[in-house]
């Protein structure tokens, strides 16, 4: 069983930055897909990031101004965010795919003020 734990979230103004933190328990792999995704409301959930092995993929809202990494050691996937954005607001989620189950933690809101 995968448990997935965000933190991080919260409010900050425009123009600011915040590091979200998924710590993961479980049968997490080196190789495990992990990501971001983000949910606003009347919105669907969208890609922020994803960090497969050592391959980064960034949803083009974000390029720039956001670094996914990865510590295999201590299975957490952070996700660093700078030169925020009031349209970055929403809850961010944790996400991994291992095998072919998905997993999704509870979600850590964001919200930038403008």
């Known amino acids: 069983q995968v448990q997935l734990v965000e933190s991080g979230g919260g409010l900050v103004q425009a123009g600011g930055s915040l590091r979200l933190v998924c710590a993961a328990s479980?049968?997490?792999?080196?190789?495990?897909?992990m990501g971001w995704y983000r949910q606003s409301p009347g919105k669907q959930r969208e890609l922020v990031a994803r960090?497969?092995?050592?391959?980064?993929i960034y949803a083009d809202s974000v390029k720039g101004r956001t670094t996914i990494s990865r510590d295999n050691a201590k299975n957490t996937v952070d996700l660093q965010m700078n030169s925020l954005k009031p349209e970055d607001t929403a809850v961010y989620y944790c996400?991994?795919?291992?095998?072919?189950?998905?997993?999704w933690g509870q979600g850590t809101q964001v919200t930038v003020s403008s």
């Open positions: 960090i497969i092995g050592v391959t980064t």
């Open positions: 479980g049968s997490i792999f080196s190789t495990s897909a």
């Open positions: 996400n991994a795919v291992i095998g072919y189950r998905t997993y």
